[in-house]
Nanobody, 118 residues
Framework: VQLQACGGGSVQAGGSLRLSCTIS????????VGWFRQAPVKEREFVGY????????YYADSVKDRFTISRDKGEKMVYLQMINMKPEDTALYYC????????????WGPGTQVTVSS
């Protein structure tokens, strides 16, 4: 399985952006697709995930109520819709997968840069 995040760009605080994660290969219904981000000189941070089969989602407290993850199983895409963005959302955003039975994500794709200016 290969994943690639795209759709990054520059927005002003309060603005919106939607990232896409393109998936090549097969995902099982039990698999989870997660979004992560890494700001300069900071550790990688979990943003949220979606269960491929059921579509249920989970978010980090820092983005809850502002970010929404969705998926299109037919197109094999996962989306990260971001609204009311803040300068602290500035980071390189990644998507990755893991089986629901494991804690470790893999199949990391190249990140996409998001910059939020105040």
């Amino acid at each position: 399985v290969q994943l690639q995040a795209c759709g990054g760009g520059s927005v002003q605080a309060g603005g919106s952006l939607r990232l896409s994660c393109t998936i090549s290969g097969r995902l099982f219904s039990s698999d989870i697709v997660g979004w992560f981000r890494q700001a300069p000189v900071k550790e990688r941070e979990f943003v949220g995930y979606i269960r491929w089969g059921y579509g249920t989602t989970y978010y980090a407290d820092s983005v809850k109520d502002r970010f929404t993850i969705s998926r299109d199983k037919g197109e094999k895409m996962v989306y990260l819709q971001m609204i009311n963005m803040k300068p602290e959302d500035t980071a390189l955003y990644y998507c990755a997968t893991r089986p629901s039975s494991r804690d470790t994500y893999g199949n990391w794709g190249p990140g996409t840069q998001v910059t939020v200016s105040s």
